[in-house]
T-cell receptor
Framework: RKEVEQDPGPFNVPEGATVAFNCTYS??????FFWYRQDCRKEPKLLMS???SGNEDGRFTAQLNRASQYISLLIRDSKLSDSATYLC?????????FGAGTRLTVKP | GAVVSQHPSWVICKSGTSVKIECRSL??????MFWYRQFPKQSLMLMAT?????????EQGVEKDKFLINHASLTLSTLTVTSAHPEDSSFYIC?????????????FGPGTRLTVT
């Protein structure tokens, strides 16, 4: 089983749609969790951290369920500029482990 | 702040030659730097963890004699791909962790695209 698993997509959605990405991780000792965004041929950039209580940053909401070892990212009111690959990242003892990413394309 | 640069951004080389990639933290010190490789449509794969002044720790399956890592200062790590072959063609990304900071205070360089012909 992979350490961090994501649905690779692609997700093709119209502007204004709400889209959700899921991620599962295998090691229950994982300590912290993040969503990164990676544009084509660019480096990943931190989008947001994920907390058990859930956290929101504008149109983005992240949730963590430790019992199920599951992380989610919800994007509301999608914009064209949201098109990218979204990487789920899990920190285990200061080792950041990346999922393969979920590709999102937002269309006009 | 927290800018990491990589040089070169793109390199094409012939099979059998060696290529050196530099990773620099421009405005912070980084005791630890990481080297990743990413093939098209695949995830970032950690190759090695580099600590300033000591030998790098390589992930399983990564040949340390082929991918030479040097982290001689708190702002510079280099990755040398020795005797490169076409299968080494990939996107190489470094990241640098702010000295003394948590794991997530890790910033990525813009990546180096290596094409071996």
């Amino acid at each position: 089983r992979k350490e961090v698993e994501q649905d690779p997509g692609p997700f093709n959605v119209p502007e204004g749609a709400t889209v959700a990405f899921n991620c599962t991780y295998s090691n229950s000792a994982s300590q912290s969790f993040f969503w990164y965004r990676q544009d084509c041929r660019k480096e990943p950039k931190l989008l947001m951290s994920v907390y058990s209580s859930g956290n929101e940053d504008g149109r983005f909401t992240a949730q963590l369920n430790r019992a199920s070892q599951y992380i989610s990212l919800l994007i509301r009111d999608s914009k064209l500029s949201d098109s990218a690959t979204y990487l789920c990242v899990v920190n285990l003892f200061n080792d950041m482990r990346f999922g393969a990413g979920t590709r999102l394309t937002v269309k006009p | 702040g927290a800018v990491v640069s990589q040089h070169p951004s793109w390199v094409i080389c012939k099979s059998g030659t060696s290529v050196k990639i530099e990773c620099r933290s421009l405005d912070f010190q980084a005791t630890t730097m990481f080297w990743y490789r990413q093939f098209p449509k695949q995830s970032l794969m950690l190759m090695a963890t580099s600590n300033e002044g000591s030998k790098a720790t390589y992930e399983q399956g990564v040949e340390k004699d082929k991918f030479l890592i040097n982290h001689a200062s708190l702002t510079l790590s280099t990755l040398t791909v020795t005797s490169a072959h076409p299968e080494d063609s990939s996107f190489y990304i470094c990241s640098a962790r702010v000295s003394g900071a948590a794991a997530y205070e890790q910033y990525f360089g813009p990546g180096t695209r290596l094409t071996v012909t």
